[in-house]
């Protein structure tokens, strides 16, 4: 490394050039947002400020239902390192819910960046939207993030889904199956919800209807376990990922938890995932019976029997059996 | 058709060769045809001794003229003896009355504003115009960044001269915001100036500079060597391609010209 680096002077100027993106980003995000919440709800709902208001942080009520869960601890400290230095700039999204607490649109990444830099109280935007609106707004807004780890993003375009054409979850999957055997001639069945689907698609602009069906769905199917890690944030996906190919439920629970506990990188993970195959890949996971049952005819077409000197161990075998089967006492 | 630049030569630190680069890169933009306007904000005389001009000026023949609330589109513009090429290089000079003109503004409605008004409402014939301001972050630099369309920002390579644009570039951000200038003025680039390489510090933080600065999206010029050739050139009120026309720091402005003539002529 070298003796004089300059970067050590611009540190300053570097945090406010990364501020000053933030906020170029979230304004422009708000701009694409008004169009494309009227795109998606096809009303033309605008999304009006009605306040600018600070307030303390721990009156703002962060919405439990928030898609996005996983937040880099990396990019939140040096976000953070950019509000001690400049302040906290532009403002989060608040509405505020009938019985006055107000509740967070968006935001939750700088308000978490604002907590670790000390602050108490930042500026918000009161909009005057509805429970639905603010739903589909914070959804979308965390869709056109890069970061959106897959489960958040399959589960984030559900909740869009099922709010856009007013059913369950489990009707919007069984829709978007339909569809894909439609499209693929497996299926003449065709439903107007369909363009519905296609349309929702194209405004949040990620990924085709058809490549979330085939990849995106099938995410769900992972383990519960693994899931919940991934839904309470504690988890990368990447991470999560490797780990929900252990078959076996309570060696995937211990290394669930080491990898929370240790936070494990992503090769240590891999590196003990392949000590456990070692372990057991000459004791592969068969029942005691089916074992028992296996060898039992091995031995039957075994030399053992006509061996002398195993005559000894074949008569304790023997015994053995005898009082295992017999009935407890 | 060309395009009207108007560059602010920009610095938090004193002595970094903001008039110097000013002198260069106008000689050497007029040599090449444009026609150019240094305006100086600045409340030293170094640009009218830079050009070898008399430095008896009041508010009336000075930069201060368009400051006044009645100014009238006559620019107080002088011409150097070896001002008039290809193209042209005229200056507008400062000097000590800038002082008061920055006192006033402080009263004044729209004051970021001043320059910025007076170019748009009374424009220069002229495609570059260099700003020239005191190596502070006061009034002037708001008149001077609300103004310009490209900023320049030469640096002495150490440690004081770097905590300097860091604190520039910092204001720099904040600034733009708070003056609303849409679009803000681009940073055309960092120059290194007065470099010495057998300065083990100087070549130390000059190999790490690039890198530093290209992390905020910033460009970093090539640096302009030091020489005592520049300073005996100023003495004389002639740029250095006049008074040794072959030297090699000549080269070093040259890409800084080649983008500014890319801007110009689009």
Redesign the interface.
Same mark, same amino acid.
């Given at each position: 490394m070298a003796k004089y680096q300059a970067s050590n002077f611009l540190t300053t100027s570097s945090a406010t050039a990364q501020l000053d993106d933030e906020l170029n980003m979230a304004q422009e995000r708000i701009a694409e947002l008004e169009e494309q919440i009227q795109q998606f709800t096809g009303e033309s709902t605008s999304i009006t400020s009605v306040q600018k208001l600070v307030l303390p942080i721990s009156e703002i009520n962060r919405d439990p239902k928030q898609v996005r869960r996983w937040f880099d601890p990396e990019k939140i400290s040096s976000l953070a390192q950019a509000i001690r230095v400049n302040g906290f700039r532009g403002t989060v999204w608040v509405r505020y819910l009938p019985d006055g607490t107000p509740e967070l649109v968006a935001g939750e990444r700088r308000i978490r960046a604002a907590i670790e830099a000390g602050l108490d109280s930042i500026p918000v935007d009161v909009l005057d939207v509805d429970e639905d609106t603010a739903f589909t707004l914070g959804l979308l807004e965390n869709l056109q993030r890069e970061d959106l780890n897959a489960l958040e993003e399959t589960e984030g375009i559900l909740g869009l889904l099922t709010r856009r054409l007013h059913c369950s979850q489990e009707d919007v999957t069984s829709l978007l199956y339909q569809m894909k055997n439609f499209h693929a001639g497996k299926s003449s069945e065709s439903d107007e919800r369909f363009s519905i689907v296609e349309s929702a698609f194209g405004s949040v602009g990620r990924l085709t209807w058809l490549s979330f069906v085939t990849s995106r769905l099938p995410l769900l199917n992972l383990p519960e376990d693994v899931l919940e890690v991934l839904r309470q944030g504690q988890l990368e996906y990447t991470k999560a990922r490797a780990i929900a190919k252990v078959k076996n439920a309570w060696q995937r629970e211990s290394i669930l938890e080491a990898a929370i506990e240790e936070n494990l990188s992503l090769n240590e993970i891999r590196q003990r995932i392949l000590q456990l195959r070692i372990g057991t890949e000459d004791e592969p996971e068969i029942s005691l019976k089916q074992q028992f049952v296996d060898n039992f005819k091995r031995l039957q077409k075994s030399s053992a029997w006509k061996d002398p000197s195993k005559q000894e161990q074949l008569r304790k075998l023997i015994e053995q059996i005898q009082e295992l089967a017999s009935p407890p006492r | 058709m060309t395009n009207k630049i108007v560059l602010w030569i920009g610095a938090n630190a004193g002595g970094v060769s903001k008039t110097t680069l000013a002198i260069h890169i106008g000689y050497e933009m007029a040599r090449r045809g444009v026609k150019v306007l240094a305006l100086d904000l600045d409340t030293n005389v170094s640009l009218a001794q830079f050009c070898g001009l008399p430095k008896d000026f009041n508010e009336n023949n000075s930069t201060a003229a368009i400051f006044s609330e009645d100014f009238d589109g006559h620019y107080p513009i002088v011409t150097p003896e070896w001002g008039d090429l290809k193209g042209r290089f005229d200056v507008c000079l400062g000097g000590t009355v800038m002082v008061q003109v920055s006192l006033d503004l402080a009263t004044r409605s729209r004051r970021e504003y001043a320059v910025a008004d007076v170019l748009t409402d009374h424009p220069v014939p002229h495609e570059l115009v260099l700003l020239d301001c005191p190596a502070s972050l006061g009034t002037l630099s708001d008149v001077a960044l609300a103004a310009s369309t490209h900023l320049l920002l030469p640096i002495e390579v150490s #440690?004081k001269s770097?905590?300097g644009?860091?604190?520039?570039?910092?204001w720099y951000?904040?600034n733009c915001?708070r003056l609303r200038l849409k679009p803000a003025p681009t940073i055309l680039g960092v120059v290194p100036t007065q470099y010495n390489k057998d300065e083990?510090?100087q070549r130390?933080?000059?190999?790490?500079?690039p890198?530093?600065?290209t992390?905020? #999206?910033i460009n970093c010029y090539a640096p302009v060597r030091y020489t005592p050739e520049f300073k005996n050139a100023a003495m004389l009120g002639v740029p250095l391609q006049i008074h040794r026309p072959r030297h090699r720091a000549i080269q070093d402005i040259e890409p800084i010209c080649n983008d500014l003539e890319n801007l110009i002529y689009g």
């Open positions: - | #440690s770097l905590s644009i860091d604190a520039l570039l910092t951000r904040v915001r083990a510090q130390g933080l000059m190999e790490t500079l890198d530093a600065l992390q905020q #999206s």
